[in-house]
């Protein structure tokens, strides 16, 4: 009786004293985070060093985070790209080939495991707002979808404004907000911009000179060119002032201060030579990474790919995802989409293809400790543009693997529409930016360029017998790779 006294007393004791302890702990301030995604560009800011863009919102998060120099997309077409950095694997294992809107129905398998779904499930709020473009809706479920008088995603001012009301609310859970403008990506008849000044409320509109632009080296140098490349740079400077508004909505509610914020892209600029491309003015894009919790600002040279924006964003908060329920597949073999979970079954760790690149973000110098190889992957823009590339970048090297080399390389059809390219059809013209018309329509079976050397991409190694060993080492690596991310395409290296 007496033991039995004694030994409750003291239980009790030790749990008064233990919630003492917790009590006494300081609360950790909440982990929020917001992942803006531009569509369709590249470099054309000037924190990147463009010197006619007009970005000064987009600059100012650039100075006060880090700005990585060597980010790329896996695969340079919007739906696919996006589908990449919302579950950490490749597209060619979650089945999200290409465009899941339009003739393409691409979608995502259902068992794959979502950036937005794994952070509701670790107790976070979740909203969509801008751009989806990802599909099925349940395999990326957000709690919230804030699209009111956002004018088709272009209006970023009010998509801002719309965010503010939503990270206001009355809600002590932390918060994942996607936040996705259309600009500065073409609309049918160009650029979406109009005359009136008051067309997108709250967005004040910059013009620019045609004649005054500079095209890059990639590009060609003509009027047709100059307009579109103008009209492209009023439709990134849109995007810059609803960026402006959103980080002053962060501010305002008090919350700059206990949020990731990340500014990427989906692919590069809606310009034949970029977009859909694994060239790097396609897949090479702005990453832009505000940690509030290191000190750190300036630039890294880590090889990132947005294979690796899941595992980042789960590591900075500390989530774990929950396990992913077994899956029994399809009779006859059938694919994964649509299988159901299995019983009694033990579930599996859910893994990814990329990898967290927090410590990228304290090393201005991460590519010479372990941050130096990456792939890509995009096989479809449109169910049309069928055109499987691979690629690997190692170093200084980068290899592409074009499987479908036959074929001649396939446009988007907003790209070939476009003013630029339509000159070069009419024209004949035998060279297109730098590289001739012939060459960028019709490609050999591998391409191996020196970055360093030859920036431009100009000068296909793949068959210099000085480069053949290294050449033969990156298509082992690219081989494996597939095999080890379960890329149907894999076998047309023994069949074709």
């Keep these: 009786m007496i033991r039995t006294a004694l030994l409750t ?13 917790d009590a006494a702990k300081p609360k950790l301030a909440a982990k929020n985070v917001v992942v803006i995604v531009a569509d369709d560009l590249g470099w054309q800011l000037g924190c990147y060093g463009d010197k006619q863009a007009k970005t000064p919102n987009i600059d100012k998060l650039a100075a006060e985070g880090v700005r990585f120099t060597r980010a790329y997309c896996t695969t340079a077409s919007c739906s696919a790209s996006r589908s990449v950095l919302m579950t950490g694997l490749f597209n060619h294992a979650t089945g999200h080939y290409g465009h899941a809107h339009g003739d393409g129905h691409f979608s995502t398998y259902d068992s794959v495991r979502t950036l937005p779904v794994m952070m509701t499930e670790a107790g976070y709020r979740t909203c969509s ?7 099925p809706e349940a395999t990326y479920h957000f709690e919230a979808y804030r699209n009111d008088g956002i004018q088709g995603s272009r209006n970023s001012v009010r998509m801002a404004e719309n965010a503010k009301s939503w990270i206001t609310e009355k809600d002590d859970r932390p918060f994942f907000l996607y936040w996705c403008s259309t600009d500065p990506h073409r609309a049918a008849q160009g650029f979406a911009n109009s005359p009136k000044d008051d067309f997108y409320p709250g967005v004040t509109p910059v013009r620019f000179t045609a004649d005054k632009m500079r095209v890059p080296s990639w590009l060609p140098d003509a009027s047709e060119v100059r307009q579109e490349w103008a009209e492209f740079y009023e439709a990134i400077n849109r995007l810059d002032q609803g960026v402006g508004t959103l980080m002053q909505a962060l501010q305002d509610s008090g919350h700059w201060d206990d949020t990731l914020v990340l500014f990427l892209a989906d692919n590069g600029p809606p310009f034949p030579g970029a977009k859909t491309t694994l060239y790097d003015p396609g897949a090479r894009l ?31 908060c500390g989530v774990t995802p929950k396990p992913a ?47 130096d190889e990456i792939f890509g992957s995009h096989t479809f823009h449109e169910v049309t543009m069928y055109y499987p590339m691979r690629s690997i970048i190692s170093g200084r090297h980068k290899l592409i693997f074009n499987i479908a080399h036959e074929l001649p390389y396939p446009f988007a059809s907003d790209l070939y529409a476009s003013p630029t390219w339509q000159m070069a059809l009419k024209s004949k013209l035998p060279v297109y930016g730098l590289r001739s018309t012939s060459a960028y329509i019709h490609r050999p079976r591998f391409e191996f360029y020196d970055l360093v ?21 990156l298509q082992n690596k690219l081989k494996a790779w597939q095999k080890q991310t379960r890329d149907p395409w894999v076998s047309k290296w023994e069949y074709e």
Aim: glycine share 6%; with cysteine.
């Design 325 to 371: 329920p077994p899956i029994v597949p399809r009779e006859n073999g059938g694919s994964p989409e649509g299988a159901r979970p299995a019983k009694n079954a033990k579930t599996q760790p859910v893994t990814f293809h990329g990898r967290s690149f927090l410590k990228a973000l304290t090393d201005e110098h991460a590519a010479k400790n372990g941050f």
């Design 129 to 135: 707002i801008g751009k989806y473009h990802l599909a």
């Design 286 to 316: 702005p990453l832009i990474v505000r940690d509030p919790t290191q000190p750190r600002r300036g630039t890294t040279d880590a090889l990132a790919c947005w294979a690796d924006i899941t595992p980042t964003i789960l590591d900075w």
């Design 453 to 473: 050397a030859d920036p431009d991409e100009l000068k296909n190694l793949a068959d210099d017998p000085e480069h053949a060993k290294l050449v033969a080492e």
């Design 9 to 21: 007393w003291f239980l009790m004791s030790w749990a008064l004293l233990a919630n003492a302890d």
